[in-house]
T-cell receptor
Framework: GENVEQHPSTLSVQEGDSAVIKCTYS??????FPWYKQELGKRPQLIID?????GEKKDQRIAVTLNKTAKHFSLHITETQPEDSAVYFC?????????????FGKGTKLSVKP | KAGVTQTPRYLIKTRGQQVTLSCSPI?????VSWYQQTPGQGLQFLFE???????NKGNFPGRFSGRQFSNSRSEMNVSTLELGDSALYLC???????????????FGPGTRLTVL
């Protein structure tokens, strides 16, 4: 089955700096890669997602890149702000096939220091 | 549209008891997935239901079961509770656009289960 590894587990940056979180996946059939942000005590919220037919996607300060050959994808946050502090989860799934569930990475705790 | 709702939000049970959790998806969504979240194991997939049928199941013992009703509402049941079942149980709903090859899952607030 699919396995998703996420690095780093913790990340501390200064306000205004960039943050990068990387994930690798094992199942080449995976074709959908969302990123979720979870603040303390709250539900995971989708922040951006990418499909396997796209190499990069941007949404304001957030971008995700996908390398299908290497089977890894990354989240990039530019001009970080204190409100970006949260746990970020990457996930992978293969919709359109028999697998319809998300397999999550272990999460990255991002701390943005003012 | 109203978001995904889960009831109850908090639950305390003792070992050996059973529990039923409920999830109401976003209106129009036909797929409901359940996840267990713990500090040690992170977010782990339990099962997914679509049109009242279990479409996929994660690696959990048979004590964990679920079902989906015709209105897409879903319940999950855990029998013979163990201390290790203490976790945040999240459900997520999605529209399931098969041909799109992708489907956004929206999470509910979760049910915090504590087993004593």
């Amino acid at each position: 089955g699919e396995n998703v590894e996420q690095h780093p587990s913790t990340l501390s940056v200064q306000e205004g700096d960039s943050a990068v979180i990387k994930c690798t996946y094992s199942d080449s059939a995976s074709n959908y890669f969302p990123w979720y942000k979870q603040e303390l005590g709250k539900r995971p919220q989708l922040i951006i997602d990418i499909r396997s037919n796209v190499g990069e996607k941007k949404d304001q300060r957030i971008a995700v890149t996908l390398n299908k050959t290497a089977k890894h994808f990354s989240l990039h946050i530019t001009e970080t702000q204190p409100e970006d502090s949260a746990v970020y989860f990457c996930a992978a799934s293969s919709y359109g096939g028999s697998q319809g569930n998300l397999i999550f990475g272990k999460g990255t705790k991002l701390s943005v220091k003012p | 549209k109203a978001g995904v709702t889960q009831t109850p939000r908090y639950l305390i049970k003792t070992r050996g008891q059973q529990v039923t959790l409920s999830c109401s998806p976003i209106s129009g969504h036909r797929s409901v997935s359940w996840y267990q979240q713990t500090p040690g194991q992170g977010l782990q997939f339990l099962f997914e239901y679509f049109s009242e049928t279990q479409r996929n199941k994660g690696n959990f013992p048979g004590r964990f079961s679920g079902r989906q009703f015709s209105n897409s509402r879903s319940e999950m049941n855990v029998s013979t509770l163990e201390l290790g079942d203490s976790a945040l149980y999240l459900c997520a709903s999605s529209l399931f656009l098969y041909r799109e090859g992708t489907d956004t899952q929206y999470f509910g607030p979760g049910t915090r289960l504590t087993v004593l």
